[in-house]
DNA sequence: CGTTTGCTTGACAGCATTCAACGTTGGTGG
DNA sequence: CCACCAACGTTGAATGCTGTCAAGCAAACG
């Protein structure tokens, strides 16, 4: 169904200059209500880089487990297969969203997290993690807050997947893509797609043909207009009421 | 769709004398791969046991977070609905297992938790869940996998309601259930069911109909018997196969 | 014993998949 | 700079799975 085959990127952990207390995703990131002077020690942890091109994993399932990533720069997927070879893309992540928390129940990923573009991630080593959410509360709850977001979120595409039809599934995905980028202050109406049609249908538990008819459908009601992945809304609260109102 | 009246349960929290040290189901909770010691102190602060009636709700959408709940008895469904109204039983929670996960992100349960049957739980306040944690890693620890083992379901659910088709996705239910329900120590191949066959069409994302031709389907085929509520699985293995092999 | 609820089954319609053909884009190498 | 190729996307037609609606039946409950 789809290309089983992983590109690995380069181990290599980098250091860079940038800090958490001045990072411009720290509000969105675990680093949110921190003391300044505890996220100064937080530092000390995340001190390491890596850089993931296009293509490459920053992870693959089965491999062991030992951080979280925070995304600084970049877009990934998630993706996750059952034993039979079923695959699925589990998710998209963007700047200042966190990877790798489905590793903590086994100690090994059980998914796959590869970049969509050239990206940058933050490693948190998971025992300093835990180590540091020991002595600081802020950090702790923030970083349940960030886990169980993560469990309504899951439970979100859940319902998604249960209960809508393609055109409302693709037009909740866009309204939830332009939200997370509007937090970060990119435009809610003007949006570059970083994925293919076809992981946009294996998310939404679709096919691609259905994806593609979907776009025309919403794009011939006057919602928005399609070229290649450049999207451009053009009736956001249209959209909106594909989800609320009767269909 | 599905009826949105929802009977609370009386708030009125019950001591008893059971502890976490004596309970059967601790190395399937939180308190597993703690000390002995450690668990002396964590019994102080789950203290608490709560009775719910069949069909009276642990807690509801919107009701305030103040506490997990491990269930000590019984059965449990939770369910989400979205702003619209489109309702989806997200999961079935049976003894030893978490509920309230969900809450934690915005100090507000987003999902209904209801008794499927006359059940009971051991209230764990979370502020001291989370003061605990911070004294003793083995309880952090296995709190973080608590939390990280939801979202690897919840993403198994993901796959199951985007790629597979109903008889499939009975199937992975059924085997789903049998396999937690033998690690309580019940049969893996006789089943009472405790949930309506509407319950598991909305949890599996297809209709009761479906549900109910699949049940039969799968009896024809000879991998088990049904008998209203009362599932006899004749062939596990063949029902493994619908999942492994070609369709 | 009657009523209600839950379940099964049939017929039909509708939405999404499948398969295929065609068009477009972007990258590569001449 | 252009030509070509491969990957990606759009669209059409036919199939098939699942939803919908309704009838009938069984079980549970009072």
Redesign the pocket.
């Given at each position: 169904m789809y290309a089983v085959t992983t590109i690995r990127a380069s181990a290599t952990p980098k250091k860079f200059e940038v800090t958490c207390s001045g990072c411009n995703m720290r509000e969105l990131c675990l680093t949110q209500g921190m003391q300044p002077d505890d996220m100064r020690l937080f530092e000390n942890v995340v001190y390491a880089r890596r850089r993931i091109k296009r293509g490459e994993a920053l992870f693959g399932a089965g491999d062991e487990f030992k951080s979280v990533y925070a995304v600084r720069s970049g877009f990934f997927k998630t993706r996750m297969s059952s034993e039979d070879g079923r695959e699925q893309v589990s998710g998209f992540q963007m700047a200042g969203e966190l990877l790798g928390l489905d590793g903590i129940s086994t100690d090994q990923h059980s998914c796959d997290a590869v970049a969509l573009e050239d990206s940058q991630v933050c490693v948190i080593p998971f025992e300093q993690l835990e180590q540091l959410s020991r002595e600081f509360s802020d950090l702790q709850r923030q970083f349940h807050k960030i886990m169980s977001r993560e469990i309504v979120r899951d439970q979100g595409v859940m319902l998604l997947l249960g209960n809508m039809?393609?055109?409302e599934r693709l037009a909740a995905f866009l309204l939830n893509l332009t939200q997370r980028l509007q937090a970060r202050g990119f435009s809610a109406t003007a949006v570059s797609l970083r994925m293919?049609?076809?992981e946009i249908a294996s998310f939404l538990?679709?096919?691609?043909?259905?994806?593609?008819?979907s776009?025309?459908k919403l794009q011939d009601q006057g919602l928005l207009f399609?070229r290649?992945?450049q999207i451009q809304i053009t009736d956001p609260l249209g959209l909106q009421q594909l989800l609320d109102g009767a269909p």
């Open positions: 039809r393609a055109e293919s049609r076809e538990g679709l096919t691609l043909g259905t994806i593609s008819r776009f025309s399609v290649n992945r």
